[in-house]
């Protein structure tokens, strides 16, 4: 009988400890759905889930972030209205998808402009992040983390490595938005702007015959399954913009504010990247069967000169003296 009052006791306990589990499990005073568009693998990926680590534990359980990835909730072009109008929280947005509803925000991808370290952390807080910001805020939402997706980018092919301007004349090539593509044009290509989870297949299928992503992205969406050659170089900064629901933000309490941008803050600092191509990055890419390699100074530069003043003229002609005032304060980074 004592044995068996031991076991009644002992189950009963257990009983009550998994109710108290369970209701700190949904204690939660706050919730921050997250979506955005990348595989689990993408280091952004990554970066948020580490984020919502974060904010779980600075607030002790008093916000529960839930993150849905791989465009699972929403596709990229209907991540910035679900946040505008509150059927979601927050969201990732990579700054160039912006396209022409904020033109100002695709400078970061003038080819070669601001893509060193350097660049990269003085930007963050500065006057030009803070016009962006404006920009954002007229359109519904509040920029909380520049996050840095890539300061590079990888041409890759099936028929020969992209590594001069002249390589480009006549490709099908994934463009990014109509920007960056006046660039690839420029160099003879023909440039579809695609989302990333899509040119996998587009590249298998024959659709395009040559892509671009950042050198990380094209591991963790398998380039090197669909195409034999990769060539990187710091072309381009992208941004993954955390942007959240202003109504939501001013209804959270001050310290759960102070928390979540804390936390913000974190990955942005985890997100920078480094000048040059990081050689693991290379690596990887070429233990799996691709051909991988990074331009030379020189490669780069002759790269710049046929990409750039195209894409810089056409950057001022679609934002006009908001556009020359930013690449003014970039100038002073």
Same mark, same amino acid.
């Given at each position: 009988?004592?044995?068996?009052?031991?076991?009644?006791?002992?189950?009963?306990?257990?009983?009550?400890?998994? *109710?108290?589990?369970?209701?700190?499990?949904?204690?939660?005073?706050?919730?921050?759905?997250?979506?955005?568009?990348?595989?689990?693998?993408?280091? *952004?990926?990554?970066?948020?889930?580490?984020?919502?680590?974060?904010?779980?534990?600075?607030?002790?359980?008093?916000?529960?972030?839930?993150?849905?990835?791989?465009?699972? =909730?929403?596709?990229?072009?209907?991540?910035?209205?679900?946040?505008?109008?509150?059927?979601? %929280?927050?969201?990732?947005?990579?700054?160039?998808?912006?396209?022409?509803?904020? +033109?100002?925000?695709?400078?970061?991808?003038?080819?070669?402009?601001?893509?060193?370290?350097?660049?990269?952390?003085?930007?963050?807080?500065? !006057? #030009?992040?803070?016009?962006?910001?404006?920009?954002?805020?007229?359109?519904?939402?509040?920029?909380?983390?520049?996050?840095?997706?890539?300061?590079?980018?990888?041409?890759?092919?099936?028929?020969?490595?992209?590594?001069?301007?002249?390589?480009?004349?006549?490709?099908?090539?994934?463009? =990014?938005?109509?920007?960056?593509?006046?660039?690839?044009?420029?160099?003879?290509?023909? +440039?579809?702007?695609?989302?990333?989870? %899509?040119?996998?297949? #587009?590249?298998?299928?024959?659709?395009?015959?040559?892509?671009?992503?950042?050198?990380?992205?094209?591991?963790?969406? $398998?380039?090197? %399954?669909?195409?034999?050659?990769?060539?990187?170089?710091?072309?381009?900064?992208?941004?993954?913009?955390?942007?959240?629901? +202003?109504?939501?933000?001013?209804?959270?309490?001050?310290?759960?504010?102070?928390?979540?941008?804390?936390?913000?803050?974190?990955?942005?600092?985890?997100?920078?990247?480094? !000048?040059?191509?990081?050689?693991?990055?290379? $690596?990887?890419?070429?233990?799996?069967?691709?051909?991988?390699?990074?331009?030379?100074?020189?490669?780069?530069?002759?790269?710049?000169?046929?990409?750039?003043?195209?894409?810089?003229? *056409?950057?001022?002609?679609? *934002?006009?003296?908001?556009?020359?005032?930013?690449?003014? =304060?970039?100038?002073?980074?």
């Amino acid at each position: 009988m004592p044995k068996l009052f031991h076991h009644l006791c002992r189950a009963a306990l257990l009983a009550v400890l998994s *109710t108290a589990a369970a209701s700190t499990v949904l204690a939660a005073d706050y919730t921050m759905r997250i979506s955005h568009q990348f595989p689990p693998t993408h280091q *952004t990926a990554i970066n948020l889930a580490r984020f919502a680590k974060d904010v779980q534990a600075a607030t002790q359980g008093r916000v529960e972030v839930q993150i849905f990835g791989a465009a699972q =909730l929403y596709k990229p072009n209907q991540n910035h209205p679900a946040v505008a109008s509150g059927k979601i %929280e927050a969201a990732s947005i990579l700054s160039f998808q912006w396209g022409g509803t904020i +033109p100002e925000m695709s400078v970061t991808i003038i080819p070669y402009l601001m893509t060193s370290v350097a660049k990269q952390e003085a930007f963050i807080g500065s !006057d #030009a992040a803070r016009l962006l910001d404006g920009k954002m805020a007229q359109r519904g939402v509040k920029n909380i983390a520049w996050i840095v997706d890539a300061n590079d980018g990888i041409f890759t092919s099936a028929q020969k490595p992209l590594i001069a301007p002249a390589d480009f004349a006549g490709l099908k090539i994934r463009g =990014l938005n109509k920007l960056w593509d006046t660039g690839l044009s420029a160099m003879g290509a023909h +440039p579809s702007a695609m989302p990333g989870s %899509e040119v996998y297949q #587009a590249l298998q299928t024959g659709v395009l015959d040559a892509g671009f992503t950042g050198v990380k992205a094209a591991y963790s969406r $398998k380039f090197y %399954e669909v195409q034999k050659y990769g060539v990187a170089s710091n072309i381009i900064l992208a941004f993954d913009n955390l942007v959240v629901n +202003p109504a939501w933000w001013d209804s959270l309490p001050g310290d759960v504010r102070d928390a979540i941008q804390k936390a913000a803050d974190s990955a942005v600092q985890r997100s920078i990247r480094p !000048d040059e191509i990081p050689a693991e990055d290379l $690596k990887v890419l070429n233990e799996h069967g691709m051909q991988a390699v990074a331009l030379t100074k020189a490669q780069e530069d002759a790269m710049a000169k046929a990409m750039q003043p195209t894409v810089k003229k *056409t950057f001022l002609d679609d *934002t006009g003296a908001d556009g020359e005032k930013l690449l003014q =304060l970039i100038d002073k980074l």
